[in-house]
């Protein structure tokens, strides 16, 4: 903003006249109030959301809800998603959750932020969250095994030699068999 001020000084003969331009610059310089959710409620660090793996794969696709944002002279703020990271030892996986999914089993934490139109900057906050895989394996086992005894008597049967297919979305760890009694 510009004001023009002219002063009249009625002392000398004539008037002076004196004409002064003053500049009157409004600044925002409170950054954007981020509202981070509470560490123990669901997505804060004492409690993470609990995202299940897709059942077609051994992670998901994970989409959160960004913390809402007050700003004094921008009523337009957003939060925006700046990095996703491993909780373990906050490596930065990604830029955003589009550029990571998706994400396999693990602990995870994505971290956000506000900027106004000044370019102000607010504190961040962090939604922790945590990838599981809930799909049960299916066991298939084959049909119709023929196994030769020894001379003594007695074979071995591996649980490889009786799995059909058996699956998992996250793969095979373990294929165990139990001797079953009738």
């Known amino acids: 903003i510009f004001r023009t001020w002219r002063v009249l000084d009625w002392c000398p003969n004539p008037p002076l006249i004196s004409t002064f331009t003053q500049l009157i610059e409004v600044q925002d310089t409170f950054p ?15 409690r993470p959301d609990t995202i299940f793996t897709d059942a077609d794969q051994c992670g998901a696709n994970v989409s959160l809800i960004a913390p809402s944002v007050t700003d004094v002279c921008d009523g337009n703020s957003i939060a925006t998603m700046f990095a996703v990271s491993a909780a373990a030892d906050s490596t930065v996986l990604g830029a955003n959750l589009g550029a990571v999914n998706p994400l396999p089993c693990g602990e995870y934490f994505a971290s956000f932020r506000a900027i106004d139109d000044c370019g102000n900057v607010s504190d961040t906050c ?7 895989d809930n799909v049960q394996p299916t066991a298939i086992c084959r049909d119709q095994l023929n196994v030769t005894l020894n001379s003594a008597g007695s074979a071995i049967v591996g649980a490889a030699d009786i799995d059909g297919g058996s699956s998992d979305n996250c793969g095979i760890d373990t294929l165990l068999i139990k001797i079953m009694e009738y």
Request: net charge negative; hydrophobic share 55%; glycine share 10%.
């Open 126 to 132: 962090n939604v922790f969250f945590n990838v599981v």
């Open 32 to 46: 954007p109030v981020i509202v981070c959710i509470a560490d123990d409620e669901v997505g804060g660090v004492n």
